[in-house]
């Protein structure tokens, strides 16, 4: 079993009567020869690399390889605790976890780049900010994973993931389109509801570009993380509250990858344009 | 293109903070070890582009470091590579070119010396997403991403070496992937890049280095 586009994967999602997770599972059988066991307990271990980096950023602050982070992820989270108005906040919990995966990220810790190390912290806010508000098991946790590397995959085969070649609609777009999917699926969403949380995610982060400050993963990279995640979790409600996306995810992807291709040279992670430029920015690199 | 997996997309599990700049630059440094098939005695790394600038905030020099030492690009030593190699006394040296950069943006020649005094030099391309290819080895130049199984022959630019080679492995049942060659003059030293679909045994190694033709033979898993 093998799917190109996101119409081969909703055909196959109807036809057998499953989840979008289920088809990448089988998929991910046919085409590379193992068992379901063997992805699942690789993906076991991705879980827990998400799970110590989310618990590593709130234990202490972590001061990054280029200085430009450090701590934020604790300080936001130790904000919603004691915020009232907030604190039952999925998207901002989502948030504060990005936050600190990517602190780990910047201070040469371990992470699972999903899709790329750069947008880390999408996935794993999302799924564990779910996971403590929706008691999800083990096995939802990995229903989870494998929605999201349906999405990812089809992005990375149809369009990129790649700041450099699509900005960061590419990177961390991917990632809140792939969060998105993973979120309306593990919240009793129909394939179909999936892949228009995956529109919504993509259409509203378009065009974000990439203009990392000192040419690093830090600024602004670790706050759009956090926007990725809160895209997620708007994206999916959308979707699962039965609003559809005018663009079915194949044009989706197709204009994502468009409109990275039409960005130019200085907005996709060089640090000759935007953010990076600005006279602040530039003062942060002279040490 | 090789198929995308799962663990393409939830993956790889990496050290940060980059894929092109921490894990990509360990994989070549990594596969410059596997080339020179010894212990490293002292490396410069030479750095272009946007290697050259961003190296330190990207750790792209304890990644660099890390590979040489062999370690994955999932090790958490890599952080404190430098530490690692100086207990082990490898020597380590970083040459920063700025400005013009005939090559890729990410960049690096590796000048390394063995144990026993044998020279190489290898020029990596980190490509994104943690791939890297080797570009050139000893002056040669090569296409090398270690996606498969590969041998490396290093040998004699002499008619049938080739022919050797296939039938070697065709006598152990290995089904050739890709097969290419390289040289740098008519009659000198040639490069077989051999990419397999399955691992192959030490015999089968043993068997391609008995040959007069041939100079060496390393196997690099994928």
New interface residues.
Partial sequence: MDFKNVKELLALCEEHNVTISKIMMKRECDVFETTEKEVEDKLKVSLKIMRDAINQALEKDIESMGGLLHGESKKLDAYLKRNKLFENEISSKAAAYALGVIEVNASMGLIVAAPTAGSSGVIPGCLFALQEKAQLTEEEMLQGLLNASAIGYLITRNANVSGAQGGCQAEVGSAAAMSASMICELLGGTPTQCTHAASHALMNLLGLVCDPICGLVEVPCQTRNAIGASDAFISAQLALSGVPNVLPLDEMIQVMDDVGRSLPITLRETALGGSAIAPSACKKCIK | MK??????????????????H??GALRIALMARKIVADEVKEVTFRLYG?FA??Y????TN?ALVGGILGYQP?D?R??DSFDYAKERNVKFHFDLIHGENPYHPNTVECFIESVHGEKTFIRGESI???EMVIKNINGVEIDLTGEYDTILVKQKDEPGVVAYLSNCLARFDVNIAFMKLYREDKGSIAYTIIEMDDPICEKALGEIEADASIMSAVYIPR
């Avoid at chain 2, 997996?5 to 903070?17: H, L, R």
């Fill in positions: 198929d995308i997996s799962i663990f393409d997309v939830i993956g790889p599990n990496m050290i940060g903070p980059s894929s092109s921490t894990a946007s600038k961003t330190e905030g990207h750790g304890r999932d958490v890599i952080k994104g997403g943690g």
